[in-house]
């Protein structure tokens, strides 16, 4: 089975009273069910991105190409998180509910990838 290896680094001088400097790394599993770094164009009408009928648990990643403009993702129909202008997220997800993306305003680009476990 194919390997996944995703790390964050986080590092600030200000955040906290103290220096702030780690790194955490993981080896996920993955199967050979992928969908490939894409992008789509989104609008002010939701969109579903993932469907749960479609994937298992899966590991996603989401980044706002737009430089002024926020996005929401939604698990069904509950807002979850909002992606500010350039942000990006990566997450594991369950698959029990659809992913519903959809703008603030105008229409930002939505770069994504699935990677199901």
């Known amino acids: 089975m194919p390997t996944l290896t995703p790390t964050l680094t986080l590092t600030s001088t200000d955040a906290l009273s103290d220096s702030l400097s780690f790194t955490v790394s993981d080896s996920l599993t993955v199967a050979q069910k992928v969908v490939g770094l894409s992008r789509v164009t989104l609008s002010t009408s939701d969109l579903t991105l993932f469907a749960s009928s479609s994937y298992s648990r899966s590991y996603i990643y989401l980044k706002n190409m737009d430089s002024s403009i926020a996005m929401d993702v939604d698990f069904g129909s509950t807002a979850s998180f909002n992606i500010a ?33």
């Open 85 to 117: 202008a350039g942000e990006f997220a990566f997450f594991p997800w369950h698959g029990s509910q659809n992913i519903v993306v959809v703008a603030d305003s105008g229409t930002p680009i939505l770069e994504y990838a699935l990677w199901e476990a």
